[in-house]
């Protein structure tokens, strides 16, 4: 059981709009920084989004990030097929004293 | 722009002690602003964080593999280390080693079978 709860699956057709949701809680999310992640198959996750917002060089702006109270919320807009993926948060946990990930969603492109 | 490669071998031994190596490069272990990590990621399963080292001396453990995991840093070799001891069929996974508070920078990943 994960400490950062995402849901195991979204999906959306070309161009759509898609949502992936992160839920903490005060220990985490709701006192420190949210990265996101993105992993294809068979290779390394890869930081797509740090401290809940802000994009690495080479990451296109149709990625965004952001956090509100315990929960944090990775949007892509204009989804296209090479957004297919699996898509992971991580915050630090005060209580855990270490990094909490969540399980996980996988991002489908019908 | 880190670069780190993880080392080690792809097999253990029930009960024996998984022992990996990250190397790094384009930077210096010994940078007070740097953290270093290791996350595994069992098959077909999410990322499981295993534990930070800081400015080469602060450690930080997943409290569920706390009495069995090390980090420790070789900074004349820019490198630093994981050992789990006493391994199970369970620690089967893709050992990655990063770099940052949370993980920023990663190694591509290296796989660790746990089997007799």
């Known amino acids: 059981q994960s400490v950062l709860t995402q849901p195991p699956s979204a999906s959306g057709t070309p161009g759509q709009r898609v949502a992936i949701s992160c839920s903490g809680s005060s220990s985490n999310i709701g006192s420190n920084t949210v990265n996101w992640y993105q992993q294809f198959p068979g290779t390394a996750p890869k930081v797509l989004m740090y401290s809940n917002s802000q994009r690495p060089s080479g990451v296109p702006d149709r990625f965004s990030g952001s956090k509100s109270g315990t929960s944090a919320s990775l949007a892509i807009s204009g989804l296209q097929s090479e957004d297919e993926a699996h898509y992971y948060c991580a915050a630090w946990d005060d209580s855990l004293n270490g990094v909490a990930f969540g399980g996980g969603t996988k991002v489908t492109v019908l | 722009q880190l670069y780190l490669q993880e080392s080690g071998p792809g097999l253990v031994k029930p009960s024996q002690t998984l022992s990996l190596t990250c190397t790094v490069s384009g930077g210096s272990l010994t940078s007070n602003s740097y953290y270093w990590g290791w996350v595994r990621q069992p098959p077909g399963r999410g990322l499981d964080w295993i534990g930070t080292?800081?400015?080469?001396?602060?450690?930080y453990y997943n409290p569920s593999l706390q009495s069995r995991v090390t980090i420790s840093a070789d900074t004349s070799k820019n490198q630093f280390s994981l050992k789990l001891t006493s391994v199970t069929a369970a620690d089967t996974a893709v050992y990655y080693c990063?770099?940052?508070?949370?993980?920023?920078?990663w190694g591509q990943g290296t796989p660790v079978i746990v089997s007799s």
């Open positions: 990063a770099s940052g508070f949370l993980p920023f920078f």
């Open positions: 080292l800081y400015s080469g001396a602060t450690t």
